[in-house]
């Protein structure tokens, strides 16, 4: 069985929102406003594509226009949790906590910027 561009665009937003939920583990304090944002993005989004990945699989795929919102919703949602953990962290001194914010702010940028590749393709039909 051939692996899809479906299937591995898929995999590949499951993988860095999991990456992300541990990076936020790992640079969670208790000064950052935008943790909730971060926090349901990350889970939920990580529970959104394993089924959606999963239905994938066993032959079961979401409708176009659901998916296309979780898409949309998912590039909205990670470039703001992104931005926001941006200009948090950038303002704190050197140490590993803020190497770990702002590396879960660029994963979650460009997990929100495959989101919107991920839509395009959705909405082509491809």
């Known amino acids: 069985m051939a692996i899809s561009r479906f299937a591995l665009i898929k995999f590949l937003e499951f993988a ?22 971060a926090s349901a993005t990350f889970g939920g989004y990580l529970i959104i594509t394993a089924g959606v990945f999963a239905g994938h699989l066993a032959g ?9 919102y979780f898409c949309l919703l998912g590039c909205a949602l990670f470039i703001a949790s992104g931005s926001l953990a941006v200009e948090f962290f950038q303002n704190l001194g050197k ?8 590396a879960k702010a660029a994963l979650a940028i460009v ?16």
């Open 16 to 37: 860095l929102a999991a990456a992300c939920l541990g990076l936020h583990y790992h640079s969670f304090t208790d000064k950052q406003t935008s943790l909730m944002l």
């Open 60 to 68: 079961t795929p979401v409708n176009r226009r659901i998916d296309i």
């Open 95 to 102: 140490s590993s906590v803020r190497d770990y914010g702002l």
């Open 111 to 126: 997990n929100g910027i495959i989101f919107l590749v991920d839509a395009v393709f959705v909405y082509r039909g491809e």
